[in-house]
């Protein structure tokens, strides 16, 4: 029903990711026949051949090609990357959407050169320091949205105390939450534990008039402790993919186990259903990606190691951002709240309670 | 065998930790009555009446009661708890070690506390600048250790460059690995990637004479993708507890899943054996503890968490920590090599990789 709103176009960045071209253009595909508008940038001879091979019909859908032969790696420096790379499929994508051809991007290649193309073609939500990857994490009774997943590895505290604002407003515009739980990624719950950097901002979030619940342990994560977690992107990554090491290591041992005999594979055979639940419950290269927070338009970022039906879901969560309007209205919030902070003073708190409660 | 070795003593912090002081008796009996000889510290009314309790007969096995009345808790700061914790289960555990009435301590008290009285009593390892955590990660096809698991949570980058020396000393020590690969934590393989802090530290180790084979996502951290893995403490925490929080909810899903229906349930009720050995493989608390490596005596930090099953663990490591003498081995290495690097120069690499090949 979304997709089919032909006001929305996304642009997909072909070339970025550890399986592109095939992988994204096979999900890219599978949006396509659902009704969804794409431009697809990237080297358009290898893409027409390709798309040729996997779907003669492919003219009947709505799909653009946009050549952009260059291609940014995932080993690039980031800044040099997108300095040179005006050619590249992920500029190109990025470019779309400052032109207004696309409203969102979706992208599975180097993240560091989508955070600078999109500060740089997009640029910031007013009053930004730093744009964010935030995403929910899957969790039993709830998913909790952390930020940063991994834009900015070196972080001031400033930076941190806005990523708390901005899961802040995130979380109560697209999840209904009043008042969210903001949780400090820490290493210990006790209010004493951190590192120096952690330790300022859980006085400043102490004194910042959001729902502070403290100090979160990463083995909480999952448990509904907050409805945001805040770190910063060094410590996301690798919070984000120890947990997905972890998935992939478990699975992977009850394929060892049920393998050492005729009863243990038969067993297997028949908990497959509940694996595959598990799996799919647990599996973050499935859910469709995040999104890059403070910059203008929506961004998508999703695992350079996504596959097509990761792809698909990145496709549709797009649509659904342009649809419901919610990056626009996140970032009129945000920039609303920005200005009203006098931030020359750390101790913004209690002065700007009443804005968050708008 | 070794733990009948009756010149061995292990003092027991039994008041430290979430199940103190019951599990850590439980688990403290259990190895008393394999043979081992141990010095229990805590609030002795408390413990005699627990002993009576759980074992009447005791005073067979060869336990000595240290009458410590205090108790340090989770939450106490690390240094004020220390100092004015003198009759703590904790401190009184330290200080037999340093007395010589022990020869290890085991404890799933404060760690931080545990770090500040061993340091404190037993003295570092002449030319260590921080004492760090290490301990293996489990994995499929080899297991990797990880230093520092939670010590040091703001380090600089040559208390890194330490851990990355002392994880190579501990891994061919204790593994016979003639060239352990270090790997670096960070939040991407990619060799730009990483904090500063991990980048400074990269460019040390790539000149550091040791087997380095650059940054190590955490999503690897199971597949055997360096035999050391360097990182702080406040990352090494987040990431050992993400993955422990990761198995926790796997198996809770699975219970889940597995009650919605009958099949389901049958299916589960046979799946046991396979989801217990899997627990087995991946359940931290219960894999013994690990040790603060760069203090004169072998210390043995357990989760706070443990339970008597895992207590037992670490008390069957002491023993044999102290039988095959690999602390003190480790000890002599490392102060021999830390007295020939000339550390007023941070490129120490070349001058000293004889010294590494010993």
């Known amino acids: 029903l979304i997709a089919k709103d032909n006001l929305i176009s996304v642009a997909v960045d072909l070339m970025g990711g550890d399986n592109a071209p095939r992988e994204i253009l096979l999900g890219a595909l599978s949006a396509a026949k659902n009704g969804v508008s794409l431009l697809l940038c990237g080297d358009k001879s290898i893409i027409q051949a390709l798309l040729d091979e996997c779907c003669p ?29 005006k050619n590249s499929s992920l500029v190109r994508a990025v470019q779309l959407v400052a032109q207004g051809r696309a409203q969102a ?36 009774t709830g998913s909790a949205f952390c930020i940063d997943l991994g834009a900015n590895v070196d972080c001031k505290v400033d930076y941190l105390e806005q990523f ?8 109560r515009t697209v999840c209904n939450v009043a008042q969210p739980r903001i949780g400090l990624i820490s290493n210990g719950h006790e209010a004493y534990k951190g590192s120096a950097l952690v330790k300022r901002l859980y006085k400043l979030l102490e004194g910042s008039g959001l729902c502070f619940v403290g100090n979160v342990e990463a083995r909480d994560i ?22 997905q090491g972890t998935v992939r290591t478990m ?49 998508i970022v999703m695992h350079g190691s996504s596959r097509a039906d990761a792809v698909v879901q990145a496709i549709n969560f797009a649509v659904l951002v342009v649809h419901d309007q919610r990056v626009s209205q996140f970032n009129q919030m ?24 708008v």
């Open 251 to 299: 699975l992977r041992l009850l394929e060892m186990e049920g393998k050492r005999s005729i009863v243990s594979r038969l067993v297997l055979g028949l908990s497959r259903p509940i694996v595959k639940k598990i799996k799919e419950k647990m599996d973050y290269a499935r859910s469709g990606g995040a999104l890059l927070l403070g910059v203008q338009h929506p961004v």
């Open 164 to 171: 708390a604002y901005m899961g802040h407003l995130y979380v």
């Open 105 to 140: 991007i979706v992208s599975a290649g180097n993240s560091g050169a989508l955070l600078v193309a999109s500060t740089l073609y997009l640029g910031r939500v007013p009053g930004v320091l730093r744009p964010a990857i935030g995403g929910f994490l899957p969790g039993i």
């Open 334 to 357: 945000l920039a609303h709240f920005l200005a009203s902070c006098k931030k020359d003073n750390v101790q913004t708190g209690l002065d700007h309670e009443s804005e968050l409660m």
């Open 57 to 85: 019909e492919w003219s009947t859908l709505s799909i653009t090609l946009i050549d952009a032969p260059d291609r940014i790696k995932m080993e690039d420096e980031p800044v040099n990357a997108v300095m040179h790379g």
């Open 222 to 243: 999952f448990d509904d402790a907050a409805d945001v977690l805040v770190c910063d992107g060094f410590v996301g990554n690798v919070m984000l993919k120890a947990a």
